[in-house]
């Protein structure tokens, strides 16, 4: 059975049980973290745990762990799980807490609720383009909130998002905003290559930060052999392209072979892709 942890206790996933009267159950009033682990050892373990602790003092929730010590606990909820020993995702949830009232203000004299988990993740792709397995995605005009670089865990727009583009038979939804705009997909960053040059959109409030997105910006600009900027793209270019990728923790990057049913390039992973991805699986543990 899965260990789990909440409020400082480790205990069986099953047995885990959470109040109805907390704020992230009525409110959706929290932050979350997915961090993938292979076989024991963390991808940008720093980087998440930073971006988790801007979002809770951005929302102004208070919790006085130190990085160190969440570190420490997922080493231990790693240890819990056997996580030496297979591919695990581990998921933080922290919300503001349980009040004994609902009410919209954030209450005081309150702690959070702090619960984490682990979950089979897949192996990482092929490095060769030929055997890697390509998406293929929807599109859809941005309905979400202004705030997307918060990693909240109201993730109700995500989920619609998520949702168009899984019951269409694809893999995501990539989303642009009202001036025809890319901006990400419902759970992944995005990336386009046109000439060989890689392309992604600039951070702001309609992006969330992704970790892997900066992995795999630092290793491009480190190597150097590739050329990418950050910039504003428009969707006209996205279906010019001669790749489009998606990233995330989960997906590390997944090269896109069809948007709305018309090919991306001719179809297949390309070979862009393939240097950035053999560039990415040397960086990713450092």
């Not at 910006?217 to 279906?239: N, P, Q, W, Y």
Request: hydrophobic share 40%; charged share 20%; aromatic share 8%.
């Amino acid at each position: 059975m899965s260990t789990a942890y909440l409020n400082g206790e480790f205990l069986p996933l099953a047995e885990a049980k959470i109040s109805p009267l907390d704020r992230g159950f009525l409110f959706g009033d929290g932050i979350y973290e997915v961090i993938p682990y292979y076989r024991g050892k963390s991808v940008g373990l720093v980087p998440h745990l930073q971006r988790m602790l801007r979002g809770l003092a951005e929302i102004e929730i208070n919790c006085d762990k130190t990085l160190a010590q969440w570190s420490e606990l997922l080493d231990d909820l790693m240890a819990k799980n056997n996580g030496a020993e297979q591919n695990l995702g581990v998921y933080v949830h922290i919300s503001r807490g349980t009040d004994s009232i609902r009410n919209h203000a954030y209450p005081k004299n309150i702690s959070p609720t702090i619960f984490c988990f682990t979950f089979a993740i897949k192996d990482p792709e092929p490095a060769q383009r030929t055997k890697a397995a390509g998406y293929t995605v929807t599109t859809s005009e941005d309905l979400r909130w202004k705030r997307c670089h918060i990693k909240s865990t109201a993730l109700l727009g995500n989920v619609i998002h998520y949702q168009q583009g899984y019951a269409s038979g694809n893999h995501e939804c990539l989303l642009y905003n009202e001036h025809n705009q890319l901006t990400e997909g419902s759970s992944v960053n995005a990336f386009i290559v046109k000439d060989g040059v890689v392309s992604t959109p600039i951070l702001d409030n309609q992006i969330l930060p992704g970790i892997t997105r900066g992995i795999i910006i630092d290793c491009i600009k480190a190597d150097g052999s590739i050329s990418l900027e950050e910039r504003v793209i428009t969707m006209d270019e996205v279906h010019n392209a001669d790749e489009v990728w998606i990233s995330s923790s989960s997906k590390e990057i997944a090269a896109i072979i069809a948007i709305d049913g018309v090919k991306v390039g001719d179809g297949t992973v390309g070979p862009v892709w393939e240097k950035a991805f053999a560039l990415y699986s040397a960086a990713k543990f450092n």
